[in-house]
């Protein structure tokens, strides 16, 4: 019987070269170092929006459904809005966003948020229970439209 041994031939150069190796290295420790200088010195992000005081809030309650329709309604229980899911979709999946929220954080699903429009132009939803909040104009001005109809109302 024969036998045969195959041997690999040995890499004349690495699969990686180090040269990459050391540049993505580096690369990770100079955004390491300017995270840590920005953290350290107290930096203020640019690309915040506006801060602006409060022109008109309004304090409502959401109820949505995974099929997009949403029924938003007053604290007193008041309707103020019943749309339909093609109508809904958008302050649907707010209202989902902020489910998901209060489940992470343990709090009552049912509890208000606030509607806020500030003197910037600017709409904001925040829930009060979580302290989660968020700018609506940067989902574009027609979900933000959306937001400011139920202030109108």
């Given amino acids: 019987m024969t036998q045969t041994a195959t041997q690999k031939a040995p890499y004349d150069k690495e699969l990686i070269p180090r040269a990459l190796v050391r540049a993505m290295f580096g690369l990770v420790m100079v955004c390491l170092i300017i995270v840590s200088l920005a953290t350290f010195t107290g930096y203020q992000p640019l690309a915040t ?3 602006g005081e409060v ?3 309004r304090t409502v309650l959401l109820n949505v459904s995974q099929s997009g329709a949403a029924t938003v309604r007053a604290e007193d229980g008041t309707l103020i809005a019943d749309l339909a899911p093609e109508q809904g979709g958008f302050i649907s999946g707010v209202g989902r966003v902020i489910e998901r929220e209060r489940m992470k954080n343990r709090v009552a699903q049912d509890g208000p948020v606030v509607l806020l429009w500030k003197d910037t132009g ?3 939803i925040q829930d009060p229970s979580t ?5 609506l104009m940067g989902f574009g001005a027609d979900n933000a439209m959306a937001f400011a109809r139920l202030l109108a109302n």
């Fill in 49 to 51: 929006p506006p801060e």
């Fill in 55 to 57: 022109v008109a809030s």
């Fill in 122 to 124: 600017r709409i904001s």
């Fill in 131 to 135: 302290g989660w909040s968020a700018d």
